[in-house]
């Protein structure tokens, strides 16, 4: 199994210019979650999405949208990207939400995203 | 904001040393977990502890959690030259949909 798989690794944008950032799993697992970390934080989450067909919003929400495609991918969009969302991007996934559920999350190995 | 916070930020020991990483949160949890990272890769899963739990053991590591002091602990021992990596603890303020707030980590440095 390739666990969590995210495409492209690397990504340079002008201010404005739109791309969507890829991840698959191949876990079968239900959860998928979008986080972005910034140099010296801590991992914050963006977007998720608890069972295939929903996505909520995390902490920093702002200036992206989420699709979940199908149970396997949940694909991420910048539509007008700014500086400020230069950061490295990680994709999760979860076996399960709620309670009872496994609670580890499988990371993906990061999208690192420059905008000039 | 963070819910985790990590203290140290970096820790600098030699091998065979011990290395100990704490972290404080702010809200009531399920759980707490620990993930570490290597230089540019994604998060790895350590340990992860209930709230009903004091202390947990997984080969070297040694994790403890004080729910009174919303604290948490990370004993590595006998840390190897592969063990440098950052150290993250995690929580979900009580949500069970899977959502994690992490703190800013601590950089763990052991020199052979």
């Known amino acids: 199994n390739a666990g969590v798989t995210q495409t492209p690794k690397f990504q340079v944008l002008k201010t404005g210019q739109s791309m969507t950032l890829q991840c698959a799993q191949d876990m079968n697992h239900n959860s998928m979650y979008w986080y972005r970390q910034d140099p010296g934080m801590g991992l914050r989450l963006i977007y998720y999405?608890?069972?295939?067909?929903?996505?909520d919003k995390g902490e920093v929400p702002n200036g992206y949208n989420v699709s979940r495609l199908n149970k396997r991918e949940f694909s991420l969009r910048l539509e007008s990207a700014a500086p400020s969302q230069t950061s490295v991007y990680f994709c999760?996934?979860?076996?399960?939400?709620?309670?009872?559920?496994?609670?580890?999350?499988?990371f993906g190995p990061g999208t690192r995203l420059l905008v000039l | 904001s963070q819910q985790g916070e990590e203290d140290p930020q970096a820790l600098s020991i030699q091998e065979g040393e011990n290395a100990t990483m704490n972290c404080s949160y702010k809200t009531s949890i399920n759980n707490l977990q620990w993930y570490r990272q290597n230089s540019g890769r994604g998060l790895v899963h350590l340990i992860l502890?209930?709230?009903?739990?004091r202390e947990k053991h997984s080969g070297r590591l040694r994790v403890t959690l004080d729910t009174s002091k919303k604290s948490s602990s990370l004993l590595i021992t006998a840390s190897r030259a592969a063990d440098t990596a950052s150290y993250f603890c995690a929580t979900d303020k009580g949500s069970t949909l899977g959502r994690l707030y992490f703190g800013r980590g601590t950089q763990l440095t052991v020199w052979p």
């Open positions: 999760a996934s979860r076996r399960l939400a709620g309670a009872g559920g496994q609670e580890t999350q499988y």
């Open positions: 999405s608890a069972s295939e067909g929903t996505t």
């Open positions: 502890i209930r709230s009903n739990e």
